[in-house]
């Protein structure tokens, strides 16, 4: 069965570094074709794609805020993390992580519970 | 950047089937996904690559892909299938999801 859960602060004051975990189990990303992904969602509105990170260390963004995502992992601690600096409250939202697979054209296929992170001071 | 667009909403009657697009350039040389999210909760897979249904989505739902249109159909709408739908595609290396739509069930 496949697990992933998401933690961090749930309120950040403006400009500083949001930090998310996403820990999960029942798959290990180790294996070839997995990959984690980081998703969002702002009360109220739509789905917005992040990042993702490949078994390889291959790691995707999405361009509007590439210069402002990094996406790391530690397979031993089945752990992906997120850090986005300078944050404002446009950031506030849902943040979900999701496992994905190159086999299923990279869709996400289980998601966490997803975290509130509301920006304000 | 890659932009796909989805109606706002969609009504359908019980038992009755809903169908729901995704316009985006050539997205049928796209693999398309779509996901179901109901108030307060996670996103749910349940189309994947167009046309694929992960294990335990119901029959019902399918999917289909050319040209400029995905769809996602479902057969015998119920009450439990009401919620926001999203599609999404794997584009220039990175996800892009749709706007969303938002399905009743009358």
């Known amino acids: 069965q496949i697990t992933l859960k998401e933690s961090g602060p749930t309120l950040v004051k403006p400009t500083q570094t949001l930090t998310l975990t996403c820990t999960f189990s029942g798959f290990s990303l180790t294996t070839s074709g997995v990959g984690v992904g980081w998703i969002r969602q702002p009360p109220g509105r739509a789905l917005e794609w992040l990042a993702l990170i490949f078994w390889d260390d291959d790691k995707r963004y999405s361009p509007s805020l590439k210069t402002r995502l990094t996406i790391t992992k530690d397979t031993f601690r089945n752990q992906v993390v997120l850090s986005m600096p300078n944050v404002d409250p446009v950031d506030t939202a849902t943040y979900y992580c999701a496992h994905s697979t190159t086999s299923g054209g990279n869709a996400l296929l289980s998601w966490g519970q997803g975290i509130l992170v509301s920006v304000s001071s | ?106």
């Open chain 2, 1 to 106: 950047s890659y932009e796909l667009t989805q109606p706002l909403s969609v009504s359908v009657s019980l038992r009755q089937t809903a169908r729901i697009t995704c316009v985006g350039n050539n997205i049928g040389n796209k693999n398309v996904h779509w996901y179901h999210q109901k108030p307060g909760q996670a996103p749910v897979l349940v189309i994947y690559r167009d046309n694929n249904r992960p294990s335990g989505i119901p029959e019902r739902f399918s999917g289909s892909n050319s040209e400029n249109t995905a769809t996602l159909t479902i057969s015998g709408a119920q009450v439990g299938d009401e919620g926001d739908y999203y599609c999404q595609v794997w584009d220039s290396g990175s996800g892009v999801f749709g706007g969303g739509t938002k399905l009743t069930v009358l």
